[in-house]
T-cell receptor
Framework: EDQVTQSPEALRLQEGESSSLNCSYT??????LFWYRQDPGKGPEFLFT???AGEEKEKERLKATLTKKESFLHITAPKPEDSATYLC????????????FGAGTQVVVTP | GAVVSQHPSRVICKSGTSVKIECRSL??????MFWYRQFPKKSLMLMAT?????????EQGVEKDKFLINHASLTLSTLTVTSAHPEDSSFYIC??????????FGPGTRLTVL
């Protein structure tokens, strides 16, 4: 059975304090791994798609990487506006387009 | 970037009434849209997959007669919660998948059934 596990559940950072979020997955065949951020009371906002091990993508202070077993979302010198819940989701050869989400990591960045 | 809208953003209704939620992809066409439900402090739970011009596919445990889905065009899917009850109160979110198979999400609809 496909599984997606995110850690930690919650992360509290000082502004400027870089950190990484983890998304580990056990799937039959990965078609794509997606990162989203979700603010309270809103829908998820697309950040990145990663397709193969070794792939990296960057956007402002965020960088996503992918290995055969896990993905990391690195937040460099975070600002308070980076506070959100970060969700990882996988599309697999079993699900074909249906995303399976992890439970999310809630990030709070304090000034 | 791709934009998906939902309407209404909030709705309060009486028990026993039906509520329709619209999901639109504003700047791209989507043959497939998805409907999710999210409980407080929880991740998204897929309810159904909506394909343009065909019947929706429901996830196990989701009542298709209660949650009616229509995907009449490449930019519009609707979810109708029929005979709503307080336990149907939740945050409903739709997504639309583009040609690169990325799902873009709407802002969500908060449904409260009294």
């Amino acid at each position: 059975e496909d599984q997606v596990t995110q850690s930690p559940e919650a992360l509290r950072l000082q502004e400027g304090e870089s950190s990484s979020l983890n998304c580990s997955y056990t799937v039959s065949g990965l078609r794509g791994l997606f990162w989203y951020r979700q603010d309270p009371g809103k829908g998820p906002e697309f950040l990145f798609t990663l397709y193969s091990a070794g792939e990296e993508k960057e956007k402002e202070r965020l960088k996503a990487t992918l290995t055969k077993k896990e993905s990391f979302l690195h937040i460099t010198a975070p600002k308070p506006e980076d506070s959100a819940t970060y969700l990882c989701a996988v599309d697999t050869t079993d699900s074909w387009g249906k995303l399976q989400f992890g439970a999310g990591t809630q990030v709070v960045v304090t000034p | 970037g791709a934009v998906v809208s939902q309407h209404p953003s909030r709705v309060i209704c009486k028990s026993g009434t039906s509520v329709k939620i619209e999901c639109r992809s504003l700047d791209f066409q989507a043959t497939t849209m998805f409907w999710y439900r999210q409980f407080p402090k929880k991740s998204l739970m897929l309810m159904a997959t909506s394909n343009e011009g065909s019947k929706a596919t429901y996830e196990q445990g989701v009542e298709k007669d209660k949650f009616l889905i229509n995907h009449a065009s490449l930019t519009l899917s609707t979810l109708t919660v029929t005979s709503a009850h307080p336990e149907d109160s939740s945050f409903y979110i739709c997504s639309a998948r583009d040609v690169l198979e990325t799902q873009y999400f709407g802002p969500g609809t908060r449904l409260t059934v009294l």
